[in-house]
């Protein structure tokens, strides 16, 4: 099946860790998109890339990085410069139209 | 600014009800999209429906439909015949038009809606 798969599910990190969550997309699209969602709050953006070997910031990118040398990947690092981690973090590919997201990654700093 | 606003935080309907989740945005360019999408508990984002800004007819999706008022700035989703599996965080978004490199979506803070059997 055609979809967008994130790993780990869950994921706890020691304060000073730096972890990598995995997003990988078989839809063949090009641009995909990392978000952030805490409770009672919308989704805000982290990345995003239109292109292999190309990407933007979003709105919440400080403590954050990325990488795009495959289409089909975009992990996301969270580095130990982010103060605040814990979250749901939600991958996404864009279509001719909507986005289409992974199950997300829910990360808790211990 | 926010741009999307979603007034209800949380919504209970009975089983097989009709239900309307409310939706406004504000923006200045003509051309834009809004988006409906629900998040169960698992935390998957389903994309529901669309509605661009030039449509002529309000979208349909099986029982989800649009009710777009463009001179009021409001984009309500009408869930009908609502079943159990209905409960979620629905969320409103808006696509801004192109801006250089810039294209993303704004999300509302969403509302929560229970189905009672």
């Known amino acids: 099946d055609g979809g967008i798969t994130q790993s780990p599910k869950y994921l706890f990190r020691k304060e000073g860790q730096n972890v990598t969550l995995s997003c990988e997309q078989n839809?063949?699209?090009?641009?995909m998109y990392w978000y952030r969602q805490d409770p009672g709050q919308g989704l805000r953006l982290i990345y995003y890339s239109q292109i292999v070997n190309d990407f933007q910031k979003g709105d919440i990118a400080e403590g954050y990085s990325v990488s795009r040398e495959k289409k089909e990947s975009f992990p996301l690092t969270v580095t130990s410069a982010q103060k605040n981690p814990t979250a749901f973090y939600l991958c996404?590919?864009?279509?001719?139209?909507?986005?289409?997201f992974g199950e997300g990654s829910r990360l808790t700093v211990l | 600014a926010q741009k999307i606003t979603q007034t209800q935080p949380g919504m209970f309907v009975q089983e097989k009800e009709a239900v309307t989740l409310d939706c406004t945005y504000d923006t200045s360019d003509p051309s834009y999209g809004l988006f409906w999408y629900k998040q169960p508990s698992s935390g998957e984002m389903i994309f529901l429906i669309y509605q661009g800004s030039y449509d002529q007819q309000n979208a349909t999706e099986g029982r989800y439909s649009l009710n777009f008022q463009k001179a009021r700035k409001s984009a309500n989703l009408v869930i009908s015949a609502s079943q159990l599996g209905d409960s979620a965080m629905y969320f409103c978004a808006m696509r801004e038009p192109y801006a250089g490199n810039n294209r993303k979506l704004i999300w509302g803070l969403g509302t929560s809606l229970a189905v009672n059997p």
């Open positions: 839809l063949n699209h090009d641009a």
């Open positions: 996404a590919s864009e279509g001719y139209r909507e986005l289409f």
